[in-house]
């Protein structure tokens, strides 16, 4: 008998690789240390992996869908980060190369690596609809964007493109997970900050127990995307923790209305401590645990929000 168990306890550790996902990576950073790091945790729980990435760093770009070169890439609207690296982030492809495809950084140049010279839309969707169809001839499994440099919390995810990546996923109807880190992930030149494999830890940890739970079913139910910030000070033990995107911001945001004009961003949480009612705001929650967010998909009200609207403007609403 307990040989029969053995051998049934080795039959099902080899048969671990069927719950093996296709699995999308895009970012609106470029090519970081995160999302190498990501890769390489998720490639050796077994899954497949792709990453199909901006070529320059796009941050707060939210769903804008724009390519800055259409042939090949020269300088154009993001040319001061052009010109610096000589062609695309961390190396990922030189100045006339062409606007799309695989990254030439050596170490990275095995064909799971591609770059988009436009906004972070336009890689997801160049991963969704070339790059994933060429490898499984279908979408992926699962869509994870990020690990951002930086988190996404409160009403700041609108100009999000990290967010903005998984709501085009999420409309698809394909899973998809935001992931964000602290601005403290940064390394171009070896892609090897030493948070960056913490994050991506956690985060293989999180799709298992999304796995555990959805045995033969979605990962995440149709409609809802998840949207998930780690502390600036992770750690191996940051446990994880339920939050929502909520009332309380981490961040003031504005306009500038002197030269040079511009977005002006800082650090005030509303001006003021955060509410009872407040506690669970992923802004409130991040700061200590990885704050972990349900968010729909779109922008379709809740039934109780169209019921309020088809009974307010009855009257106008034709018969």
Avoid at 79 to 105: K, M
Wanted: proline letters at 6%.
């Amino acid at each position: 008998m307990k040989r029969q168990l053995a051998i049934l306890a080795c039959a099902l550790g080899a048969a671990s690789p069927s719950f093996a996902l296709n699995i999308l990576i895009s970012n609106d950073d470029g090519l970081t240390s995160n999302v190498k790091a990501l890769y390489d945790a998720l490639k050796a729980e077994g899954h497949d992996v792709v990453a199909s990435l901006p070529c320059t760093n796009q941050s707060s770009r939210g769903a804008g869908a724009i390519m800055y070169s259409t042939d090949k890439i020269v300088p154009d609207n993001d040319s001061a980060q052009i010109n610096a690296a000589g062609g695309c982030r961390s190396g990922a492809a030189p100045i006339g190369a062409p606007a799309v495809g695989r990254t030439t950084r050596p170490g990275l140049d095995n064909g799971d690596f591609y770059y988009v010279h436009g906004t972070p839309i336009m890689a997801t969707l160049y991963g969704l609809d070339v790059v994933a169809k060429a490898r499984w001839g279908k979408a992926p499994d699962l869509l994870l964007s990020g690990p951002n440099e930086g988190p996404n919390l409160g009403s700041i995810i609108n100009s999000s493109g990290t967010v903005s990546n998984a709501q085009w996923a999420g409309s698809r109807g394909i899973p998809a997970i935001a992931l964000s880190a602290g601005t403290n992930t940064v390394d171009d030149a070896t892609l090897a900050n030493p948070l960056s494999p913490v994050i991506a830890k956690l985060s293989v940890q999180l799709l298992k127990a999304l796995q555990a739970k959805a045995g033969s079913g979605a990962l995440v139910p149709r409609g809802i995307a998840l949207n998930v910030n780690f502390p600036k000070a992770v750690a191996a033990d940051t446990p994880f923790a339920f939050s929502r995107i909520g009332t309380y911001d981490a961040f003031n945001v504005g306009f500038k209305n002197t030269v040079p004009y511009g977005l002006t961003l800082s650090l005030g949480g509303n001006g003021q401590p955060p509410t009872a009612e407040q506690m669970e705001d992923e802004s409130v929650v991040y700061l200590t645990k990885t704050a972990v967010s349900a968010m729909q998909i779109g922008f379709e009200a809740r039934p109780a929000g169209q019921e309020w609207l088809r009974l307010r403007l009855r009257d106008v609403f034709a018969k």
